[in-house]
């Protein structure tokens, strides 16, 4: 639990970084940044996918609805390509079985 918070934390450290970056690159003359927006694309072999959602559930995300707000993806998507190989997604335990 507390290793999670910490990256949440990290995250948001990450976050505040960026922002200060922009707004001193808008406004200080002679200043620029260059950053790369890296998106990770996610596996289309579905037990691989399995594999994968559940690692950045149990670690990182308090439901799919957050991961997939966070990850820029369609939930429906998710779930109908791990339910056609037998795994439901538990709410409860917020993890795919």
């Known amino acids: 639990m507390a290793l999670n ?13 960026i922002s200060i970056l922009f707004f001193y690159c808008n406004f200080v ?6 950053l790369k ?3 990770m694309r996610l596996p289309e072999d ?3 996918l399995y594999s994968f959602i ?10 799919l609805d957050a991961l997939c707000e966070d990850m820029n993806v369609e939930k429906e998507d998710i779930v109908r390509k791990l339910k056609l190989v037998g795994f439901e ?9």
């Open 29 to 34: 003359p002679g200043i620029s940044l260059n």
């Open 54 to 63: 559940n690692m950045k559930l149990r670690d990182f995300y308090p439901s």
């Open 37 to 39: 927006i890296v998106t």
């Open 89 to 97: 997604y538990n709410p409860a335990k917020n993890r795919f079985w």
């Open 5 to 17: 918070r910490l990256r949440r934390v990290g995250c948001i450290f990450h976050t505040k970084i």
């Open 46 to 48: 579905p037990v691989m």
